[in-house]
């Protein structure tokens, strides 16, 4: 067992996709229909700001038809256990959704949150959950710009938390990898790192991704089957005992 144990969990689409969280990207490269240059980029929203707009919103709404399922809360239970017992815990992910939070865990949202509008002007950040209406933008409420963008991070802009994240990466013991494709850089990246600093690593996807390595052990299957056993088998590995699946 590792002397001071931190586990690392990075997680993608495929963890809310259990929870019928629609995936934005389909096998044509379309988002919802959309090309991805149109509505996933600082260009797109230059160029037509009430389609991106319409997206996001629709996005946004889509937040109250979910909830989070085995795998979210089985992080949670994690969290929870190894903070108890004063181990390390980082969750990094790259999903928009607000799954994760809702679930009770601590989370650093890389790509930004769908429940989250920011200033263009004076980059107020603001928590949204109400004004979803397609068709109308909303002002900041602290300068008055008549329109706030969503807190997303668009294909050519700079992922969040870059700093904490490589913070955590340099302490951790186990790598997990739930749900991710491995084809969406910087966070593709994270896996090979990890196993270069000694961390056992793990991977969890209905296929294996891009990045797997033969040094990582793949769990193949949905996230809300694999990930409680997954995790409950990891909290045993740093002597942790009884992190029930759930």
Same mark, same amino acid.
């Given at each position: 067992?590792?002397?001071?144990?931190? #586990?690392?969990?990075?997680?993608?689409?495929?963890?809310?996709?259990?929870?019928?969280? @629609?995936?934005?990207? !389909?096998?044509?490269?379309?988002? =919802?229909?959309?090309?991805?240059?149109? #509505?996933? /980029?600082?260009?797109? &929203? +230059?160029? +037509?700001? $009430? /389609?991106? &707009? $319409?997206?996001?919103?629709?996005?946004?709404?889509?937040?109250?038809?979910?909830?989070?399922?085995?795998?979210?809360?089985?992080?949670?239970?994690?969290?929870?256990?190894?903070?108890?017992?004063? @181990?390390?815990?980082?969750?990094? /992910?790259?999903? %928009?959704?607000?799954?994760?939070?809702?679930? *009770?865990?601590? %989370?650093?949202?890389?790509? *930004?949150?769908?429940?989250?509008?920011?200033?263009?002007?004076? =980059?107020?950040?603001?928590?949204?959950?109400?004004?979803?209406?397609?068709?109308?933008? #909303? =002002?900041?409420?602290?300068?008055?710009?008549?329109?706030?963008?969503?807190?997303?991070? &668009?294909?050519?802009?700079?992922?969040?938390?870059?700093?904490?994240?490589?913070?955590?990466?340099? $302490?951790?013991?186990?790598? %997990?990898?739930?749900?991710?494709?491995?084809? %969406? &850089?910087?966070?593709?990246?994270?896996?090979?790192?990890? $196993?270069?600093?000694?961390?056992?690593?793990? #991977?969890?996807?209905?296929?294996?991704?891009?990045?797997? !390595?033969?040094?990582?052990?793949?769990?193949?299957?949905?996230?809300? !089957?694999?990930?409680? !056993?997954?995790?409950?088998?990891?909290?045993?590995?740093?002597?942790?005992?009884?992190?029930?699946?759930?």
């Amino acid at each position: 067992m590792p002397t001071n144990p931190h #586990v690392f969990v990075l997680t993608g689409a495929g963890v809310s996709a259990d929870s019928g969280v @629609r995936t934005f990207r !389909d096998a044509g490269g379309l988002w =919802e229909g959309h090309r991805v240059e149109d #509505v996933a /980029t600082p260009e797109g &929203w +230059d160029r +037509d700001p $009430r /389609t991106v &707009w $319409r997206f996001y919103q629709e996005r946004r709404a889509q937040l109250r038809e979910v909830a989070p399922n085995a795998a979210h809360r089985a992080l949670a239970l994690m969290e929870g256990a190894l903070e108890e017992a004063g @181990r390390g815990f980082t969750l990094v /992910t790259q999903n %928009v959704d607000d799954l994760h939070d809702r679930a *009770g865990s601590t %989370v650093l949202h890389m790509h *930004g949150e769908l429940r989250r509008l920011r200033c263009e002007r004076c =980059e107020l950040v603001v928590e949204d959950t109400l004004h979803l209406d397609p068709g109308r933008f #909303v =002002e900041c409420p602290e300068c008055a710009h008549p329109r706030l963008r969503p807190h997303i991070v &668009w294909f050519g802009e700079v992922p969040f938390h870059l700093d904490a994240i490589a913070a955590a990466i340099a $302490r951790c013991t186990h790598f %997990v990898a739930i749900g991710t494709s491995g084809q %969406v &850089w910087p966070a593709a990246g994270l896996l090979a790192e990890a $196993r270069a600093r000694g961390a056992a690593t793990f #991977v969890q996807a209905l296929e294996a991704p891009a990045n797997l !390595d033969p040094r990582d052990r793949f769990h193949a299957g949905r996230a809300a !089957d694999v990930v409680p !056993d997954l995790l409950a088998a990891i909290a045993r590995d740093i002597g942790l005992d009884g992190l029930t699946p759930s």
